[in-house]
């Protein structure tokens, strides 16, 4: 069974392990000079945690946290992030996570980003109904080298 809860302090700790996973970071390429500073990534999301325009959830399965979702607002728009634990990818939690996140995160238009080759969370978004809406270039710490994003939208 898959539930999102309201993300505490505690889970910080375990959603710290997710973000060091070689892959995973690869596959989000956008991450943290460093996302091995365990200090900079508590002291960061902590902070998250009492931003009234952010809304970080939790995602359990069977009980076990397996990853995190969120929204939040750069430059006056509201994005989703969302990370899975790499042993956990395959079995569509993402996909369900983020259906049962968008019905309680009614924001709308609400955009998602994503690497050109993380063909895992194109097709999340996809079936979540977000459409692909353009393409940008950025400078990914996780591949140091400027690479195409893809910028996905859901508008209702």
Do not use: H
């Amino acid at each position: 069974m898959m539930e999102l809860t309201k993300t505490t302090p505690e889970d910080l700790e375990t959603l710290f392990v997710f973000q060091t996973n070689k892959d995973g970071i690869y596959l989000a390429a956008f991450t943290p000079n460093d996302p091995n500073d365990k200090n900079a990534y508590i002291e960061k999301y902590s902070k998250f945690l009492s931003d009234p325009t952010i809304n970080m959830r939790t995602i359990k399965f069977n009980d076990e946290i397996v990853g995190s979702i969120s929204k939040f607002v750069m430059e006056n728009e509201a994005e989703i992030t969302y990370w899975i634990d790499r042993k956990f990818w395959g079995r569509g939690i993402a996909t369900k996570a983020l259906t049962n996140f968008l019905v309680i995160e009614s924001t709308r238009p609400i955009f998602g980003r994503v690497a050109f080759d993380n063909l895992g969370s194109q097709k999340v978004l996809e079936k979540c109904g977000f459409v692909k809406i353009s393409t940008d270039k950025g400078f990914a710490n996780a591949r140091q080298k400027e690479i195409e994003e893809y910028i996905y939208k859901l508008s209702n």
